[in-house]
């Protein structure tokens, strides 16, 4: 098996990535990854665990939208944790290609780092050597908006009351979150390994801090390490091959 490398998602990352690679679909379209400082050694166990657990990934994706694994080693340093995601509309088939696609991603992105994590516009990949697994992250990564729009004052408030509907929880445990109002549409969803009320807390910061920091906008997208939370005004988003837009990757990339 050819070598496949990774991003790390904790504070030794380096800047996040925001210009989109090509892409043969929207699902495969680059958001943002971030790669470790850190380097594992070629022909290491490491890496064969690293290629152990990426083709876990890659296979199970063919059959789910979320897992995650723990490949354990004799050695604490070599054990190594990862999970993926797919946005929550997509197919099994469609899920199995991006995860494929991301994860032949990483080898380019992040050639020899010891963790990391990509995703792209349909699903997430991320596997580290410290445990993040159901732990809460409320780091933002990424936040990009569009062009400032003439919103009237009900048509703002649409907006808002659509996005605080994503984040009220009723009880039950529900990752993926779509609405719609007066030509808005939004889309919010948590990586799954979050409990309902962690991903809850998640849903909530993020859909506040994305009302904030694109106010009047005609689309956002805002990605906190364990959730993200997208609006667009109908016919407005207009994510250009190179990813344009007033953003932000801040670099911590704790996702």
């Known amino acids: 098996m050819s070598k496949i490398s990774t991003v790390k998602a904790f504070i030794a990352l380096l ?3 925001v ?8 699902t495969d379209s680059f958001v943002f990854g971030g790669c470790s400082q850190l380097k594992f050694t070629p022909g290491s166990p490491y890496e064969s665990n690293v290629n152990l657990l990426l083709t876990s990934l890659v296979n199970s994706a063919t059959f789910t939208t979320y897992s995650n694994f723990t490949v354990k080693s004799p050695t604490s340093q070599d054990t ?5 995601q797919c946005r929550g509309d997509l197919s099994n088939g469609d899920c199995g290609r991006c995860v494929a696609r991301a994860v032949s991603q ?6 020899d780092s010891s963790g990391g994590a990509l995703q792209l516009e349909g699903c997430f990949v991320k596997y580290d050597n410290a445990t993040f697994l159901g732990v809460e992250d409320k780091t933002e990564v990424l936040h990009k908006c569009g062009p400032l729009i003439g919103y009237d004052s009900d048509e703002m408030n649409r907006r808002d009351a659509m996005l605080d509907y994503l984040g009220t929880g009723d009880g039950s445990y529900k990752p993926f979150r779509v609405g719609g109002v007066g030509g808005v549409s939004s889309v919010a969803q948590c990586v799954q390994d979050l409990s309902a009320s962690e991903c809850q807390d998640c849903l909530s910061e993020a859909i506040g801090r994305l009302k904030t920091v694109c106010g009047a906008a005609a689309w956002g997208d805002l990605y906190l390490a ?4 997208r609006f667009s005004k109908a016919g407005a988003y207009s ?3 190179n990813g344009n837009g007033n953003g932000n ?3 911590n990339g704790k996702q």
């Open 226 to 229: 364990k959730c993200y939370v």
């Open 239 to 241: 994510q250009d091959g």
């Open 19 to 26: 210009l989109a690679a090509p892409a043969t679909s929207s």
């Open 15 to 17: 800047a996040i990535t």
């Open 249 to 251: 990757g801040n670099g």
């Open 80 to 84: 190594l944790y990862g999970l993926f």
């Open 106 to 111: 990483l080898g380019t992105l992040c050639l």
